[in-house]
């Protein structure tokens, strides 16, 4: 099966840099996905990384290394409205471009 | 843009009642999924489904059935709701043309409670 861990939680300031890691356990591996879900709204997909390395999508970067089962997100400039859960999600085996999702991270950025 | 919608946002049951939770997709994406999030447990997969009238079992599908007659639905089914079935129900859908599809699209959300 698959399980991932990842921080409950998280505090930063409005402009600061944060990094939410992820580490998983998988048999099979096709990649580790990002998503951000607000209160009372719906998860919205991030970012994915298949291979290793740093993938940049304006302030947020997703890092993945595959030999030590590991992942983060990195978000810089922090505003205000970056407060929210945010899951790390691994596809797996078993068909279906399946995701198991970790129990997220919640982000609090102060003023 | 991609649309994933859930016919309730707010549902109230009674212990043992048969409940249908629907979700329609317009994008015509072949896999749909069923998740149910709780407080510091995420998202859990209850049921899957990558085709018409296939569907495959999540992480925790004990207590639920689903059924896909057409391609851009996917209902979850409680036969007979239990009071630790009160949850928020998530569907998603995604797409397998042209391989591995790690996004997916998240409707707005089913608020169960079972009482």
Redesign the interface.
Known sequence: ?QSLEQP?EVTAVEGAIVQINCTYQTSGF??L?WYQQHDG?????LS?N?LDGLEETGRFSSFLSRSDSYGYLLLQELQMKDSASY?C?V?GG???????????TQLKVEL | DVKVTQSSRYLVKRTGEKVFLECVQDMDHENMFWYRQDPGLGLRLIYFSYDVKMKEKGDIPEGYSVSREKKERFSLILESASTNQTSMYLCASSTSTGGISYEQYFGPGTRLTVT
């Open positions: 099966g409950s096709y990649g996905s709204g719906a998860p919205t997909f994915y298949a899951f999600a596809m078993g068909g279906g471009n399946k995701l198991t999702f970790g129990t997220g």
